[in-house]
């Protein structure tokens, strides 16, 4: 779906809302606050190993990654809310040609959080209005570590700069008022009292959810999550607290939940892996690949984006030599001849999904 610069007009009697109407960054914090139940979830897979998990699940942004249809392929396995990948705001508000080539959505692509990277209140502010009609949230980024990111002031640079993410956020609010306003975050080394601080600033400006990467913008992906960090900022502020880092099975998603009491669990490098992890899929189940392929292809995503998604999440089905002769199909018809004469594929059945 392209994006239009300006909102549906409400001069349109076709196009008001019904009197039941619930705006959708209403409908967006209600998940979070009502208990999940079976309604709230109807793509959970009936036959799936684990039951569906008392928080709310999340698939992270990640860039190049977290596109339509991989988004599409998360919900069908247990995902309840996916971030698109960062896009520059300042891009997003500029560039027509890039908003439509770096965020596609559909009718059914909901609850979805848009990530933004911004230096300024006002290129957040701006992208935030031309994105609210459709969006559930907009999420500002201040965790990425990147030499680049900090050299033009975004991502984990604004973690140095809260005064700078609570301008963004107020600004963003008075112009949008209906739209929820999530940041996510990593931990300060002195959590308990600049990461609670921060969180607690951003509270007050208005953010509706915060995501909090438990690792200071210094730490290798390898190393240890600060569970306890996280936990103190859901300790300390009223909104919903998505925690992330590390999370690669459905026991981890459940074992971070009760260690930081988080009101979500965030995972990113897991779901690349396993795109059903959520649900209790040991490994991906060929069903998810076939759907993610399928997907894919309808929605005309890179050759390049869809061959590192299935490399990534096939690697636990094929063998070093299989793996080998995968690694070249790089067009999207050298890997549909690749699967037409793979066995494992052929046998499973995709039905169920949805398309
Ligand atoms: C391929 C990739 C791309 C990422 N892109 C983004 C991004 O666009 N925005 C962001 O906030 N974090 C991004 N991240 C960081 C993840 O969202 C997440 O915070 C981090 O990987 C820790 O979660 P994990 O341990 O579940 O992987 C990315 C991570 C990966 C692996």
Not at 51 to 68: G, N
Not at 86 to 101: E, G, Q, Y
Not at 133 to 154: M, S, T
Not at 341 to 349: F, G, K, L, Q, T
Request: proline residues 8%; neutral net charge.
């Amino acid at each position: 779906m392209a994006i239009s610069t300006t909102p549906p007009s409400t001069a349109d009697p076709a196009a008001a809302d019904p009197p039941s109407y619930t705006p959708r960054g209403e409908r967006f914090l209600s998940l979070f606050t009502l208990p999940p139940h079976p309604q709230s979830r109807p793509l959970y897979p009936s036959d799936a190993p684990a039951p569906p998990p008392p928080y709310i699940t999340v698939c992270a942004p990640m860039v190049r990654y977290s596109k339509l249809a991989f988004r599409h392929v998360v919900r069908h396995f247990g995902v309840d809310v996916a971030y698109t990948p960062m896009i520059l705001a300042d891009v997003f508000k500029n560039s027509p040609f890039a908003r439509d080539t770096e965020f596609t959505t559909a009718p059914n692509d909901t609850p979805v959080v848009l990530q933004l990277a911004a230096s300024n209140a006002e290129d957040f502010a701006a992208a935030a209005v031309m994105a609210a009609p459709y969006v559930d949230a907009v999420d500002l980024n201040c965790g990425c570590p990147q030499k680049w990111a900090f050299k033009e002031r975004i991502g984990s640079y604004l973690m140095e700069h809260p005064e700078k993410v609570a301008d963004m956020v107020a600004m963003a609010r008075r112009r949008v008022p209906e739209l929820v306003i999530a940041v996510k975050i990593r931990v300060h080394d002195d959590a308990a009292t600049r990461t609670v601080e921060m969180a607690r600033r951003l509270e007050n400006m208005g953010a509706g959810v915060l995501a909090v990467h438990g690792r200071t913008r210094h730490q290798k992906s390898t190393e240890a999550v600060n569970v306890d960090a996280i936990r103190l900022v859901k300790e300390n502020v009223r909104v919903p607290v998505i925690a992330n880092g590390n999370v690669f099975t459905r026991a981890d998603a459940d074992a971070l939940a009760l260690a930081t009491r988080a009101d979500g669990i965030m995972a990113a490098r897991g779901l690349l892996a396993n795109p059903a992890l959520f649900a209790g899929y040991d490994s991906t189940p060929i069903a998810a690949a076939k759907a993610y392929f399928d997907y894919a292809v309808k929605c005309g995503t890179h050759a390049y984006v869809i061959h590192h998604h299935l490399m990534y999440c096939l690697e636990a089905h094929l063998s070093v030599w299989q793996r080998k002769r995968f690694n070249v199909c790089t067009s999207v018809a050298a890997m549909a001849d690749y699967f037409r004469s793979w066995d494992a594929w052929n046998d499973e059945e995709c039905n169920g999904l949805a398309h």
